[in-house]
């Protein structure tokens, strides 16, 4: 079995009867959403709040019942993939373009896990580049700010070439810093440029993390 179906199969074991789901977006969360289709199939009632479009279409398909953000109260466990997680458990997401709607979630979660191959464990943050989601209104000022801090920035790209857009009509810039060493020193000072939506430092924010590893799983109480 591939290490991404086994932590989103084990992942989806965390789920139980009347939950509201918190669900991520990527090729790992994909397996988490296709084990709890399987287990509401089976009679399992939950609610699922999407991190994503493509996750709603699955879930979707899937009969999952779904709500908003703003419909729930209070999202009771939300499961999501990540792109690298360091020795502190301090994680980049957003690979996938989904990261502020994906934060937004998580911020009104009552426990998050993230489920990730043993690829994504690093000592340090940073060989992933960072995305940073902008307003498309002075995203080439931002840019520029980026390239002058030598982050070596880049446009993200669809596959026709043009901009990549998010599901919140925003740009994403992926900066290249090879390694992050005060990862809240960069995140205040992302938090506090005009322009910019949100970034991918998702720091002090997750509860447990699931790892697949060829030995087998890991499961870590991070906080
Ligand atoms: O925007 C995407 C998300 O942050 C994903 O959770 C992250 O990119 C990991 O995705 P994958 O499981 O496909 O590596």
């Known amino acids: 079995m591939n290490l991404k179906q086994l932590v989103g199969e084990k992942a989806a074991e965390y789920v139980t009867e009347g939950m509201v789901v918190g669900l991520g977006t ?3 969360a994909y397996y988490m959403v296709e084990a709890l289709g399987k287990r509401v199939k089976e009679g399992l009632t939950i609610t699922g ?3 994503s479009t493509r996750t709603k279409e699955q879930a979707e398909q899937l009969g999952i019942l779904l709500k908003t953000i703003d419909e729930v109260e209070k999202v009771d466990v939300t499961i999501d993939g990540a792109d690298e997680i360091d020795a502190h458990y301090q ?3 957003g690979g996938g373009g989904a990261l502020l709607f994906e934060k937004i979630v998580a911020d009104y979660s009552k426990k998050v896990i993230w489920i990730v ?3 994504k ?3 340090t943050l940073g060989a992933f580049p960072l995305p940073v989601e902008v307003l ?3 995203s080439q000022q931002l840019m520029r700010i980026f ?3 030598g982050f070596q920035p880049s446009m993200r790209k ?4 043009e901009n990549y857009l998010t599901d919140g009509g925003h740009y994403i810039i992926d900066l290249h810093i090879a390694k992050i060493e005060d990862p809240q020193s960069l995140a205040l000072w992302l938090d506090g440029l005009t322009g910019v939506m949100e970034h991918g430092l998702f720091l002090d924010r997750v509860n447990t993390i699931i790892v697949g590893r060829e030995s087998g799983l890991e499961i870590i109480e991070a906080r």
């Open 26 to 28: 990527g090729s790992t």
């Open 49 to 51: 709040v999407t991190t």
């Open 91 to 93: 994680g980049v997401k």
């Open 117 to 119: 191959d043993e690829s």
């Open 121 to 123: 464990m690093v000592e």
């Open 136 to 138: 498309p209104y002075g």
């Open 147 to 149: 390239d002058e801090k």
């Open 158 to 161: 669809n596959e026709t070439d």
